[in-house]
């Protein structure tokens, strides 16, 4: 089993609508978990950081956490073509805080 | 406050040499983490330094190596370069005192081994 599981897509959505990116991890240890936006060609950029169970806005997105179930997502409202970019899922956890395990992203396309 | 620096950004290597990839972090930060990013096996940590020491190692053979200097900048090698190396190296700092060790990617450097 990988240690965090995200569907590569792509995942193609309309202008406006919701993105819903989902993300499973397996190490019950982790404490910290994080989305990064990673435009084609660059590095990756901090989108949103959530350590306790539930939900935590900041403008248009929103990071969900479940931590029962090994999950967190990250909802994009209102989406736009510049939001089209690949989304990594990381967390940070064990004995290695400082560590950041990724997943393999999911490719976002926001279509006019 | 000024980003993550890496430098050089782009670096074309032939089988059997060594490269050293240098990175600056944000100023304050002194935790350096490094990263190997390919297509294949998507970002995987290579290790991390905080005051000069190493803290973290990956899995990755001896031939990658790091160091940390006194101002927190921190330097990879990477010896007998092999074709598989050709990747995006992206170096990450850290505050250690934010919540939970954030870190912050800085631009990378693309090498390419021919």
């Known amino acids: 089993q990988k240690e965090v599981e995200q569907n590569s897509g792509p995942l193609s959505v309309p202008e406006g609508a919701i993105a819903s990116l989902n993300c499973t991890y397996s190490d019950r240890g982790s404490q910290s978990f994080f989305w990064y936006r990673q435009y084609s060609g660059k590095s990756p950029e901090l989108i949103m950081s959530?350590?306790?169970?539930g939900d935590k806005e900041d403008g248009r997105f929103t990071a969900q956490l479940n931590k029962a179930s090994q999950y967190v997502s990250l909802l994009i409202r209102d989406s736009q073509p510049s939001d089209s970019a690949t989304y990594l899922c990381?967390?940070?956890?064990?004995?290695?805080?400082?560590?950041?395990?990724f997943g393999t992203g999911t490719r976002l396309q926001v279509t006019l | 406050k000024a980003g993550v620096t890496q430098t050089p950004r782009y670096l074309i290597k032939t089988r059997g040499q060594q490269v050293t990839l240098s990175c600056s972090p944000i100023?304050?930060?002194?935790?350096v983490s490094w990263y190997q990013q390919t297509p294949g096996q998507g970002l995987q940590f290579l290790f991390e330094y905080f005051s000069e020491t190493q803290r973290n190692k990956g899995n990755f053979p001896g031939r990658f190596s790091g160091r940390q200097f006194s101002n927190s900048r921190s330097e990879m090698n990477v010896s007998t370069l092999e074709l598989g190396d050709s990747a995006l190296y992206l170096c990450?700092?850290?505050?250690?005192?934010?919540?939970?060790?954030?870190?912050?990617f800085g631009p990378g450097t693309r090498l390419t081994v021919l």
């Open positions: 100023s304050g930060h002194r935790s």
């Open positions: 990381a967390f940070q956890g064990g004995g290695t805080a400082s560590k950041l395990t």
């Open positions: 990450a700092s850290s505050f250690l005192r934010e919540p939970r060790y954030t870190q912050y």
């Open positions: 959530i350590y306790s169970n």
